[in-house]
């Protein structure tokens, strides 16, 4: 009897330890650790209940299977629902085995419950029953990797998308991801499909109740096809809603979104790679925040897409014709986009002529305050008569100073210039010491004078050429950009084929 007062009073103190001690102590906790801890009273766990919630359900990604969803939807009518701010459905799912083994029932079981789900539509009714109980939802997202991050359970560790152990758990299998490569399997294609539409459609089912601002597909492995950009007309009522009001879209890009298409129009071959992908875009009028990512797409393959972004007129393929007659019937690619409300664009993983990228900033100007360009690589556009200096993107950035552009951050990292079909990576140094190599690969701006304060940033960057390189540059003309880039007036740009290749 004697020592229960001091095990009250011991516990006691416990008990009156500040909130950011115990947060400090839990931080170095395994999550089942933690688990534990908030086990222990009621106390604990309404203390570190905020933490975390926001540890563990502002961002979270499940799988089209029956246990992941319906558990989303149970975090959806839970005390977690309005800590939910990220949601990623990832590409995972459950692997079609061709062995008929008693170790492989569970599995099977599985696979016949994955596939009964989505052909029956049952997905699209629980990702949009738990939408609509998401009050605080910002971001819709699709993606085929699992993030880093979880740094309480180890550097390795990755946040995996919910269900994902539990069917390692019953099956002793893990979940299928896509397969990485260039030319992925017909069925990841198919099933990166499904989901894409798949969300879409809950999206719009939820549309009345709630939608999230911003709509992200990340991609590393597995890209949208093309198909999956055509929104036919008995979806449209409902899906263009959903369409035009996004703020933020993040696309990744690959082969599969930009089969070549070559239509012959009055005698002339013309390229419209890519045109449901424009068509898709130019339905988000309200758009505020454009990434685009284009991974191992050829420079010929994604230049006609770029160059509809740009507003540049539509080029024939191997001509230099003009734009089509409206009467054309594949004048619809050559609508000009709108996005009078873009304020933030980012460009990635692609092979550029700076024509054409110098037209993109000039296009969306009037509304354009911050631009990205990661792994953006420069090439020559050899038809134009300009000729790639020893460092390209100084000169490109210099032009770009002359477009009138009221941009506040600009931000460069792992940009690359072309010459002769070697792709040279540019540099950040001091230009005082020019001559000493640095491994800093990334670099921004940010202010409210891009005209004038862009010098630091640069004389700043470098790009390092072979000697032979240099020499021939040196017998080079330096032809420079024509009056038309900086002209006032709100004509259109001439045509500029690039016969480079990445």
């Known amino acids: 009897m004697a020592s229960q007062p001091v095990q009250v009073a011991s516990l006691s103190r416990f008990l009156s330890t500040p909130l950011e001690v115990l947060l400090q102590i839990s931080s170095y906790l395994a999550t089942p650790e933690l688990g534990s801890l908030r086990l222990v009273c009621r106390h604990l766990e309404v203390s570190l209940f905020m933490s975390f919630s926001h540890e563990f359900f502002t961002k979270r990604a499940f799988v089209l299977t029956e246990f992941s969803l319906r558990a989303l939807v149970d975090i959806s009518t839970s005390r977690f629902a309005p800590s939910l701010k990220y949601l990623i459905i990832n590409l995972e799912r459950p692997p079609q085995l061709h062995f008929n083994t008693p170790e ?20 699209v009714e629980l990702i949009s029953q738990a939408l609509q109980n998401l009050p605080n939802l910002e971001t819709y997202g699709v993606r085929d990797f699992s993030s880093q991050g979880r740094y309480r359970d180890g550097g390795d560790e ?13 099956t002793g299998n893990a979940l299928w991801a896509p397969s990485s490569g ?20 809950a999206l719009a089912r939820a549309k009345s109740a709630r939608s999230p601002a911003r709509l992200e597909i990340i991609l590393r492995r597995c890209h949208l096809p093309e198909l999956a950009f055509n929104i036919p007309p008995y979806l449209e009522p409902t899906i263009l809603p959903v369409l035009q009001d996004l703020k933020a879209f993040f696309l990744d890009m690959g082969l599969t979104t930009f089969p070549i298409h070559v239509i012959r129009t009055g005698g002339n071959n013309q390229n419209h790679s890519g045109h449901l992908v424009a068509q898709f875009i130019s339905k988000l009028q309200s758009l505020q925040h454009l990434r685009l990512n284009f991974r191992n797409i050829a420079i010929t393959t994604s230049r006609p897409f770029l160059r509809w972004l740009a507003q540049q007129p539509f080029t024939s393929v191997g001509t230099s014709q003009k734009p089509t007659s409206p009467d054309d019937p594949s004048h619809e690619f050559v609508h000009r986009p709108s996005l009078p409300f873009l304020e933030q664009l980012d460009i990635g993983w692609v092979t550029i002529d700076p024509y054409t990228l110098l037209n993109l900033f000039k296009s969306y100007k009037s509304s354009l305050r911050r631009i990205s360009l990661h792994r953006v690589t420069l090439s020559n556009d050899s038809s134009a008569g300009v000729y790639m200096k020893p460092n390209a ?13 009221e941009i506040t951050s600009i931000t460069l990292s792992q940009v690359y210039q072309l010459r002769r079909r070697t792709s040279h990576q540019a540099e950040f140094r001091d230009p005082s010491r020019m001559s000493v190599a640095t491994n800093i690969r990334t670099k921004g701006w940010t202010g409210s004078d891009w005209e004038r304060g862009s010098r630091d940033l640069i004389e700043s960057v470098f790009v390092d050429l072979p000697d032979e390189d240099d020499a021939q540059d040196e017998d080079e003309t330096d032809v420079p950009m024509p009056d038309f880039m ?3 007036s709100e004509e ?10 990445a």
């Open 393 to 405: 993107w100084a000169r490109f950035l210099t032009q770009s100073t002359r477009l009138g552009l």
């Open 492 to 501: 259109e740009m001439g045509d500029m084929d690039d016969e480079s290749e």
């Open 182 to 201: 260039t030319y992925p399997s017909m069925a990841d294609v198919e099933y990166v499909y499904h989901v894409f539409l798949t969300s879409l459609r």
């Open 158 to 170: 990755v946040w995996r998308p919910y269900g994902s152990e539990t069917f390692r758990r019953r």
């Open 104 to 123: 492989n029932h569970a599995v099977r079981e599985e696979y016949y419950s994955h596939k009964c789900l989505i052909n029956s539509g049952q997905d």
């Open 486 to 488: 900086f002209d006032d």
